[in-house]
């Protein structure tokens, strides 16, 4: 499957922005889906992750409360709806998609195909 991540940019601190991540090639329910974040010099983190039919969700605890994740079946979209954004959420955010439907995975090994990342920065 290929994904494609859109939706990053400059927004100020506390604004909102709405990644989305596009899938092709594949069959999108047969896949969790999660995002990621890279911010320069550190290893890349978890951000969120949602089931094949979006009824269980997990989010890290830096944007629990703050950050939500969804999908469209339909469209084979996942979303990332960031309210509250803060400076240290400065990073590239990339989503993947996890063969694992049972489980939602947190560490970027466990996850089989990545999109090339959008750029989210934040200024204070």
């Known amino acids: 499957v290929q994904l494609q991540a859109s939706g990053g940019g400059l927004v100020q601190a506390g604004g909102s922005l709405r990644l989305s991540c596009a899938a092709s090639g594949g069959t999108f329910t047969r896949y969790s889906m999660g995002w990621f974040r890279q911010a320069p010099g550190k290893e890349r983190e978890f951000v969120a992750a949602?089931?094949?039919?979006?009824?269980?969700?997990s989010y890290a605890d830096s944007v629990k409360g703050r950050f939500t994740i969804s999908r469209d079946n339909f469209k084979n979209t996942v979303y990332l709806q960031m309210n509250g954004l803060k400076p240290e959420d400065t990073a590239v955010y990339f989503c993947?998609?996890?063969?694992?439907?049972?489980?939602?995975?947190?560490?970027?090994?466990?996850?089989?195909?990545w999109g090339q990342g959008t750029q989210v920065t934040v200024s204070s």
């Open positions: 949602i089931k094949w039919n979006g009824g269980t969700t």
């Open positions: 993947a998609a996890s063969t694992d439907m049972v489980v939602l995975r947190k560490r970027e090994r466990e996850y089989n195909y």
